[in-house]
């Protein structure tokens, strides 16, 4: 399979994993970089370069905020994310829309429930404009 339709297919999630990781707490942009990986057994491999333009969306958003610690010692200042009620919120829309998405796909693929069912399932059909 070609690289580039793998990180298509990846691109579309990160916005949700990195509400869910914030979810449990506040945390710096190398530690979210950092526990995506080893929660993902390494699928998901971010560079900063792609991780801080979600978070300064986000933050522009009202999904999250953040602050800059204070410095100790020879330690330098920190950004920290925390979400934001709205990206509780959000995250919450996002994690049905997934259940619904994946059975459908899933259906579609021959792996699962067909579509009417994926979408019963969580409460009736929603359609997903791409």
Do not use: C
């Not at 990846?10 to 990986?37: A, F, H, N």
């Not at 699928?43 to 999904?63: A, N, Q, S, V």
């Not at 905020?65 to 330690?75: A, F, H, M």
């Amino acid at each position: 399979m070609k690289q580039k339709y793998e990180q298509q297919m990846k691109k579309g999630v990160l916005e949700m994993l990195v509400l869910r990781l914030l979810s449990e707490g506040e945390k710096y942009g190398y530690q979210l970089i950092s526990e995506l990986k080893e929660k993902s057994g390494g699928m998901f491999l971010l560079k900063e370069g792609t991780l801080y333009p979600i978070l300064y969306r986000m933050e522009d958003d009202g999904l999250v905020v953040s602050r800059w610690s204070e410095p100790k010692g020879k330690e330098v200042s920190k950004k920290y994310y925390r979400l934001a009620q709205e990206g509780q919120d959000t995250l919450a829309g996002l994690k049905g829309l997934w259940e619904v998405f994946s059975r459908t796909v899933d259906g579609i693929l021959g792996h699962g429930p067909d579509r009417s069912a994926a979408g019963n399932a969580v409460g009736g059909n929603q359609e997903v404009s791409v």
